[in-house]
């Protein structure tokens, strides 16, 4: 008798990378839980990528607020109740931009991007398949090279899960300035995205679970967050949304090895800077 195939998770896919990192994963016959933060929005893209997939394809919603822990709780509550050791993958995508012109824009934009994250991963591991592989969304605008120097040191040198969120959440406005110029509080939040990575990807929990975790670059990608950053600098996206998914599916592989960081199923040094735009 032919085992089920796992299920896989995907934050934030009502739309964008999001939805076809799910569209991907139904074409290769697994089934596929979806979270949205606005239920009506999820169960439209529930709808669509069920439509689009094959006869006998599974798809599934859930409610979510990445940046809300009482969100978070009724999540790894329901995920425990239906979904326990079915989840051998998970994919945190959900994110925000923001300007980071502010204190207030900057601890949004980390609320969401690094304590969503990392608590969506720390709330669902036990419940998660052993051996499941966990994918952390992040950005070459998140290497080290795109924030400034001090934001830099700091999480380069974070070594526990609380210190990567103290350096990340610290608002520095002369530091951003020296950093990414079109979103800065962005890149800080993908930095401390990175180095969560690294640190969860050697902590007893994942070890124990033998479970693996992840960071990957999408690319710049013609979705309504792509665009909208495009349009602030006047240039077109480079790559598509299916593009960019593909690139987050690609990390999900046994081939790209557990704390790394990569861009279309190859490794990248998160010390230094893009060497392309993505």
């Known amino acids: 008798m032919v085992a089920s195939p796992k299920w896989a998770l995907v934050t934030g896919a009502n739309r964008g990378l999001g939805f076809d990192a799910a569209k991907q994963l139904l074409a290769s016959g697994r089934p596929v839980i979806i ?8 169960a439209k893209a529930a709808q669509a990528l069920s439509d689009a997939a094959a006869p006998g394809a599974r798809v599934e919603l859930l409610q979510l607020e990445a940046s809300s822990p009482d969100s978070i709780k009724a999540l790894a509550a329901q995920v425990q109740a239906k979904y326990e050791g079915q989840i051998d993958l998970l994919i945190n995508n959900a994110g925000i931009v923001g300007d980071g012109t502010s204190p207030a824009n900057h601890e949004a934009i980390l609320k969401t991007n690094v304590d969503g994250a990392i608590d969506i991963t720390l709330a669902l591991l036990p419940h998660l398949a052993p051996g499941a592989r966990v994918v952390q969304v992040a950005s070459q605008m998140g ?17 526990t899960l609380d210190d990567v969120r ?4 610290r608002f520095d406005s002369d530091d951003l300035s020296k950093g990414n110029p079109i979103a800065p509080s962005y890149s800080v939040s993908k930095a401390a995205l990175i180095r969560a990575t690294q640190l969860l990807a050697e902590s007893p929990d994942f070890k124990s679970k033998d479970a693996s975790v992840v960071a990957v670059c999408p690319g710049w990608c013609a979705t309504d967050m792509g ?8 240039i077109k996206p480079p790559r598509t949304s299916e593009q960019g998914a593909n690139s987050i599916v690609l990390a999900a592989g046994d081939k790209v090895p557990n704390g790394s960081f990569s861009f279309d199923g190859e490794l990248l040094d998160w010390t230094s800077k893009p060497a392309l735009p993505e």
Do not use: Q
Not at 227 to 234: A, E, I, L, Q, T
């Open 143 to 159: 290497m080290l090279g795109m924030i400034g120097p001090a934001y830099a040191a700091s999480i380069k040198g974070a070594a």
């Open 227 to 234: 665009n909208g950053s495009g349009d602030k600098v006047g």
């Open 35 to 42: 979270t949205s933060r606005n239920e009506a929005a999820g």
């Open 166 to 169: 103290a350096a990340a959440h």
